[in-house]
């Protein structure tokens, strides 16, 4: 029995850690499988529960009993149920990982490598399908099956690449997620063969035209080479030069690297160029009221405000507890209703939907999970800077969109932070 368990758990959780890239579908059966045989050979075993060291996997768990809280005041059960279902990666893959945590452990540049890849071929095939005119992209989306279909007057340059596999929020957040493992995998495991893979990633990430993502990106790639440029370059550097002068060249490197290399992207790639345009061009015409003129139903940066303006007037009138995790999709309805705009309901927001759901004592348990694993990572560790970087990512793209409203965010957020935790208890 034990040698079935060291067979299938590795087994499945590559098919997992590929299948994320391509198919919601596979990696939720993927998931199932690996939580219903790692629950049955640990009762089996009758091993005893030890949290120990390796509780900081279980931090996302805190984020769902938020939402379990949320339950027990909410009027509408059969809706709380399905956000229960939506996002219950929360607590299934943090248990995943824990009951599995040694051999994570051990094989943990094995499956971000998988993962990688796996980004990476995604990434190359949506590059590449973008090739074709917007004709035969429609056309041939309309033909194959389990991909996202295409519609023919999309403007991609304007609002960004298509994306196959999935919507484009969800894949530009995967190929960010991508981009920091790669690195990590780059500078800390020296694996040099995957400068391939980081360069598909960066590409894709520029050309698919996620915001969030992108400006996300940044700042977790700020993060990891700001903590590079202190603990590995400035040491190095000040001994030859000099302290100030150290300072001053890191600096200046730093600001080039957060500000100078975005604006030559901006001014050199058309698609970065016209993706940005296009939002200054809308928040132009929601300034000087002409938006009414266009297809403003279309308008991201409009539906972005409108969104954030509604969630923030909700979590007002439910301050402490929110409305409830069932009665949150009715509320924030409602206030679309009568905001004056002809706008479908979108949540723009991770921090304000946790706060309108289920307020500031949910929103406290959310930054707590954050923290207590943050504070978990230690800065001689291996993935010390990985996981500040990651979190840095994920702190910022949940500014603009409620990412674990998605299922594939939702799986990715714990599943890395568990890996990361798992790293850093065997090298910590």
């Known amino acids: 029995m034990e040698k079935i368990r060291h067979h299938y758990f590795p087994l499945l959780f590559g098919i997992l ?3 994320l890239p391509f198919s919601k579908a596979i990696a939720s059966i993927t998931e199932v499988l690996l939580l219903l045989l790692s629950l049955y050979f640990h009762i089996t075993k009758f091993n ?5 060291r390796a509780r900081s996997i279980l931090s996302p768990i805190l984020i769902y009993a938020a939402l379990l809280i949320g339950m027990l005041y909410t009027s509408d059960w059969a809706t709380g149920l399905k956000v229960l279902n939506i996002q219950h990666s929360l607590l299934t893959i943090p248990v995943i990982v824990w009951l599995n945590r040694e051999n994570v452990a051990r094989n943990y540049a094995r499956y971000l490598g998988l993962f ?3 980004a990476a071929i995604s990434g190359a095939v949506t590059v590449v399908l973008n090739m074709l005119n917007n004709q035969q992209l429609a056309n041939l989306t309309a033909k194959i099956p389990f991909i996202e279909p295409f519609a023919s007057e999309t403007d991609r340059l304007a609002f960004g690449y298509y994306c196959p596999f999935h919507n484009k929020i969800q894949f530009a957040n995967l190929l960010s997620v991508a981009s920091i493992i790669a690195i990590f995998l780059l500078a800390e495991v020296k694996k040099r063969l995957f400068w391939i893979p980081l360069g598909i990633l960066l590409l894709s990430a520029i050309l698919t035209g996620g915001r969030g ?7 977790g790639l700020g993060i990891w080479t700001l903590q590079k440029l202190i603990t590995k370059v400035f040491p190095s550097l000040k001994g030859r030069i000099g302290a100030w002068q150290a300072r001053i060249v890191l600096i200046g490197a730093f600001l080039f690297m957060g500000l100078g290399l ?17 939002l200054m061009w809308e928040i132009g015409t929601i300034r000087d009221g002409t938006y009414k003129q266009y297809n403003y139903q279309e308008f991201t940066s409009l539906r972005r405000i409108v969104s954030l303006n509604n969630m923030w007037t909700l979590a007002k009138q439910h301050p402490l507890l929110g409305t409830g995790t069932g009665d949150y999709p009715a509320a924030i309805k409602q206030i679309y209703e009568l905001d004056g705009f002809d ?3 979108n949540n723009h927001s991770q921090y304000l939907y946790c706060w309108g759901a289920v307020g500031l004592v949910g929103l406290g348990l959310f930054f707590f999970a954050v923290v207590y694993w943050l504070q978990s990572l230690r ?3 291996l993935a010390y800077g990985f996981g500040l970087a990651l979190m840095g990512f994920y702190l910022v793209s949940m500014l603009p969109d409620a990412i674990l409203l998605r299922q594939l965010d939702n799986m990715c957020f714990p599943l890395f932070m568990g890996i990361i935790a798992c790293i850093n208890q065997r090298n910590g």
């Open 17 to 19: 850690v590929v299948a």
């Open 116 to 118: 990688v890849w796996s």
């Open 213 to 219: 993502a992108q400006i996300g990106l940044l700042v």
């Open 379 to 381: 800065p001689k560790q």
């Open 343 to 345: 706008l479908p309901v």
């Open 262 to 278: 975005p604006y030559l992207a901006y001014k050199t790639v058309p698609n970065v160029n016209k993706r940005y345009g296009q």
């Open 48 to 52: 005893k529960v030890e949290i120990g």
